[in-house]
């Protein structure tokens, strides 16, 4: 029986599932008071104060901290890797604390997968698994239309991985021969198109459908003359935190929309079936990539939880491929079937390095 601890640490809590082989002996969120986490220059500066938290939250669960095989975090802003496994080094350490451009609370999952790692026993291992930063891009996904900038792949790498191969698991085929596109759709919203097993192209959160707090692509003859009216950090504020669905109705919640429509709001549904028109919209554009070949398309993500919007992508889509809806986030089974694919030999770990 293999001990796997996971942890995917986020703005305001870190998720901690503890597993006995497949086995979910706990799955909770330990909380961080934002009047704590303010005291932090940087999120690397939170590390000690969510590692001793999560140490009590796991003594208070009477889980003995000394007998994981395997701790694995969620993957931060790593220079663009290969998707899969690594193991955590001292390079990935120093390159999350000191040089990544990206600050963003998954950088903290390698760190505190070392820090329990050290806890535990000897042969226990630490690893990430598909990073935010997973890049298998072919060089026509690279080129932006501006010489010197390059299109990024980042995003909900982990979840549209995990989506992509249970949607292959289902269909009783092999990922590497399918062709897929998945719509993750939350906060912010990412679509990916996967061709025989590789995440070849994608429409980030900053460059496609709009999604409940984040603007997605915008015109910029539109744009520009407010970047000189605003600092940078109050434009990144409008386009990742206060744009999108929140800055037409004032509200984050789809739950929310959802209920005023029913109540006759027309303006609440003009703008959710406009997200569900751009999101439509992504997904025909990575149909073109992958040449109109798609076996399947996935919708997930806290957003898929909501069947008027799935039904408006979908009618819009569905003479592309079969549409399928897996709902929320898949982010600890992924985190922990990669761990166990590791431990049995079934996969080989990346040495990260520079």
Same mark, same amino acid.
């Given at each position: 029986? =293999?001990? &796997? ?23 909770? /969120? +330990? ?24 140490? !009590? ?17 969620? $993957? ?17 350490? %120093? ?5 990544? %451009? &990206?600050?963003?609370? !998954?950088? *903290? ?43 990024? /792949? ?18 009783? =085929?092999?990922?590497?021969? *399918? ?17 025989? $097993? ?20 915008? !015109? ?97 889509? !569905? ?20 761990? *166990?694919? +590791? ?12």
């Amino acid at each position: 029986m =293999k001990k &796997v601890l996971v942890i995917n640490p986020g703005s305001t809590s870190t998720k901690v599932a503890y597993y006995e082989d497949k086995q979910e002996c706990l799955n909770e /969120s +330990v909380h961080h008071e934002t009047t704590e986490l303010e005291k932090f220059d940087t999120i690397a500066d939170q590390y000690e104060y969510r590692l001793a938290l999560i140490q !009590s939250f796991l003594d208070d669960k009477k889980i003995d901290r000394t007998d994981f095989d395997a701790v694995v975090g969620r $993957g931060g802003s790593l220079p663009p890797v290969e998707a899969g496994a690594f193991l955590v080094n001292d390079t990935m350490i %120093d390159w999350l604390v000191n040089k990544t %451009d &990206v600050h963003h609370a !998954s950088n *903290l999952g390698a760190m505190l997968a070392k820090g329990f790692q050290e806890q535990s026993k000897e042969d226990c291992i630490a690893m990430i698994y598909d990073p935010i930063t997973v890049d298998q891009y072919h060089e026509l996904s690279r080129v932006s239309g501006l010489k010197g900038v390059k299109r990024r /792949s980042i995003g909900h790498m982990l979840n549209m991985r995990a989506i992509a191969m249970k949607t292959a698991q289902d269909l009783n =085929k092999d990922y590497n021969d *399918l062709n897929l596109i998945v719509a993750h759709l939350g906060s912010g919203s990412t679509i990916s198109a996967h061709e025989h $097993g590789r995440m070849i192209d994608l429409s980030l959160d900053d460059e496609g459908p709009f999604s409940v707090e984040r603007t997605g692509s915008l !015109s910029l003859k539109e744009i520009i003359p407010l970047c000189y009216t605003m600092s940078q950090a109050e434009m990144m504020t409008w386009l990742r935190k206060k744009g999108g669905m929140i800055s037409y109705l004032g509200t984050n919640s789809g739950i929310e929309v959802e209920q005023r429509i029913a109540a006759g709001d027309e303006e609440a549904k003009l703008i959710f079936e406009a997200m569900a028109y751009q999101v439509a919209k992504g997904i025909g554009e990575l149909a073109t990539v992958l040449k109109g070949n798609v076996d399947q398309i996935v919708i997930t993500g806290g957003l898929a939880y909501s069947n008027l919007l799935t039904d408006w992508i979908t009618e819009r889509v !569905s003479f592309i491929a079969p549409v399928t809806t897996h709902p929320g986030e898949f982010e600890m089974e992924a985190l922990r079937n990669g761990a *166990l694919r +590791v431990l049995s030999g079934e996969e080989v770990p990346h040495d990260f390095s520079l």
